[in-house]
């Protein structure tokens, strides 16, 4: 399907309802980047309230960081995500129709190549950075796998296909910093 056909059918779906039945939990879930990122200092008031198991914070800081620690990315959305003691986001893919769309704005040429899941036309890397040292009761779990971090720690999420899921029984809050970027 084209890509604007694409984005169409991400807004027709439900996405913690209709990703168990396409995902993919035999390929691969996620990779650790090598080496530690230089954190930003990170502001945490401002936190707007989310329904996804999280709240979360954008602002320049964060967005011109990860332009500046990931050069080879293009149209980056950048945010905090921080998640409060008890609470879960439910088992589920990023199908991104809403970053396309808006990607789309600034470049309307993809409209028009193909792109499915099992094959993305577009290499988006959606990559995850430990702000803190990981706490016991704090999941993140990407088909079926726990990731566990240290401050700095990056990982990239295969988020077209592993489905993945977070969940804070913690007694102290977990801020991870969540970039979406396409590979130029």
Not at 13 to 33: F, M, N, P, Q, R
Not at 158 to 184: E, P
Request: hydrophobic share 35%; with cysteine; aromatic share 10%.
């Amino acid at each position: 399907m084209k890509l604007k056909e694409y984005i169409s059918w991400t807004n027709s779906i439900d996405e913690y309802k209709d990703s168990a039945s396409l995902a993919k939990l035999d390929t691969w879930g996620y990779e650790v980047l090598p080496g530690s990122v230089r954190l930003p200092k990170l502001n945490l008031e401002n936190a707007v309230k989310g329904d996804e198991g999280y709240d979360s914070v954008r602002n320049d800081l964060i967005t011109n960081w990860a332009k500046v620690t990931w050069p080879f990315l293009t149209c980056i959305d950048a945010k905090i995500q921080i998640q409060r003691p008890g609470e879960e986001c439910k088992p589920h893919l990023d199908f991104l129709g809403y970053y396309l769309e808006n990607v789309c704005q600034t470049l309307p040429g993809l409209l028009n190549v193909e792109h499915t899941l099992e094959k993305p036309a577009i290499d988006i890397w959606r990559v995850f950075v430990a702000t803190e040292d990981h706490v016991p009761g704090q999941v993140f779990s990407v088909n079926n796998k726990e990731w566990t971090w240290k401050a700095g720690d990056c990982m990239r999420l295969n988020n077209w296909q592993a489905l993945h899921w977070t969940k804070n029984t913690s007694q102290v809050d977990r801020a991870i910093i969540k970039i979406t970027g396409i590979k130029s």
